[in-house]
């Protein structure tokens, strides 16, 4: 049988995933909602509101789809997967109570509790109980106390005060700032001193297979400074998980996180995301993710040998591990080009030149769009640059080279992507 596939989501991160599943033999015709100009070229870039189910099942029938791939959280977390599992459609990605992983981080926190999964010791207040959270952080003193808004809040969610005063700004910020809608529930973590890191598993909501770990870099300046953002670049695989890190990883935390959702009645269908900080005493969970990273996906969907679709297909009909999955053993790089002044206010509509120089590696889209024959800028991450080598030496050499060829007005991207690493391996 070919599959018609509907692919929800429009960053670097769904171009990578069209771009894995157009290469496979299984499929018959692919439909991205609403992609970029980079998936235009590998299947058809459609108009649909993820969160309008409605519209999405009526596309469905309308085009005799066959498999839904949710590419971002937001569809997730607001039930996508339940309401089209209603309908009897295949769907890749978890259902609203499974993705609660990410959509809540009190729901993560206590199932971690429930599981002795290891993470950061922590406590829970309501909105309304800012004196009792206040009270909390100052009786116990320890700095940097780590603060975070209960539901999705676009990667700003979380804030790391130093001190006491600070501290109480935070609160102020989570009870009456722009972070208030995602925090009328807050958790105050402790602080967990390391480097941290990401696996990534697929799971078919009974068994899970590591398909790769990254290294993300979030913060817009080099050295890991400056403001938080959706990541400026990734590397795969990091030397900091180790074979032997990546069995503690598999054996206390994915394990017990898969079994203990399957468990609870909430078995977990899709990619797990789990995002670490390798502490002294070990990996601890920093957060899930319901979906793959952005950037991440862009340096781990290429390392697979494996056809991409059918391990998809697999996970819903669950018999995941009745497959096989092959991955490469390269190393891969991916180079954020974004429009400067993000992860604040930035221009659109600049003309990107250059792309068309790119000759080795593979560049994917996120923030562009095409107008009157010419590529502009479109969003605040414009491009993903992936570089592959034989050593990460060679993946980072071969990203940059072909960013250097690519430019726009205010281009900003990182120079020390994958310089961790790289100081890992010296
Ligand atoms: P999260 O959205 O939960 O991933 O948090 C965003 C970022 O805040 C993480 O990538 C970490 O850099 C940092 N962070 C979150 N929780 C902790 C913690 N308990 N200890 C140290 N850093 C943390
Ligand atoms: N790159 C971080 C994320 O996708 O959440």
Redesign the pocket.
């Known amino acids: 049988m070919k599959y018609n596939v509907l692919l929800l989501g429009s960053g670097g991160r769904e171009h990578a995933l069209a771009w894995g599943i157009a290469k496979s033999p299984k499929l018959e015709q692919l439909f991205i909602a609403p992609g970029n100009p980079g998936t235009e070229s590998l299947g058809k870039n459609v108009q649909l509101n993820a969160s309008d189910f409605d519209e999405v099942w009526e596309f469905i029938q309308a085009h005799s789809i066959h498999l839904t791939i949710v590419g971002p959280e937001q569809p997730l977390v607001e039930g996508i997967a339940d309401f089209l599992e209603e309908k009897c459609h295949a769907v890749f990605g978890p259902k609203q109570q499974a993705a609660m992983l990410e959509g809540s981080?009190e729901f993560a926190k206590d199932f971690m509790k429930r599981h002795d999964i290891p993470?950061?010791g922590y406590e829970v207040f309501s909105q309304d109980e800012f004196d009792k959270a206040a009270e909390y952080i100052i009786e116990k003193g320890e700095y940097?106390v780590?603060l975070?808004a209960d539901g999705l809040a676009g990667?700003k969610?979380?804030l790391?005060p130093e001190n006491e005063s600070d501290a109480i700004s935070a609160l102020e910020e989570l009870q009456d700032g722009s972070l208030s809608d995602a925090a009328s529930r807050l958790v105050i973590?402790?602080?967990?001193?390391g480097e941290?890191a990401s696996v990534f598993a697929i799971c078919d909501g009974d068994s899970y297979k590591v398909i790769g770990n990254a290294q993300d870099h979030?913060r817009i300046g080099e050295g890991d400074t400056g403001l938080?953002t959706g990541g400026m670049g990734a590397y795969s695989p990091a030397p900091i998980v180790t074979k032997e890190l990546l069995k503690r990883v598999e054996s206390e935390i994915i394990q017990p996180t898969v079994s203990g959702m399957k468990s609870e009645g909430n078995p977990y269908q899709g990619i797990l995301y789990v995002?670490l900080?390798i502490t002294k005493d070990g990996p601890k969970v920093?957060?899930y993710n319901c979906r793959f990273g952005d950037p991440e996906c862009q340096v781990i969907v290429p390392a697979m040998r494996s056809d991409l679709l059918e391990v998809i297909i697999s996970c819903t009909e669950g018999r995941l591990s009745e497959t096989d999955i092959e991955l490469d053993d390269k190393y891969r790089c991916t180079v954020v080009m974004v429009s400067g002044g993000y992860p604040q206010s930035y221009d659109k509509g600049k003309e990107i030149r250059g792309v068309d120089k790119v000759d080795s590696g593979i560049l994917f889209h996120a923030g562009t769009k095409i107008e009157n024959g010419k590529l502009l800028t479109n969003g605040g991450r414009v491009l993903n640059i992936v570089g592959e080598g034989e050593s990460l030496h060679e993946a980072i050499d071969n990203s940059y080279t072909q960013v250097k060829k690519i430019s726009f007005e205010k281009a900003f991207f990182r120079n020390d992507i994958g310089a961790k690493g790289i100081k890992r391996l010296a």
Not at 189 to 193: N, V
């Open positions: 981080k993470t950061a940097p780590v975070k990667g969610g979380v790391i973590e402790e602080f967990m001193e941290e979030k938080n995002g900080m920093v957060e």
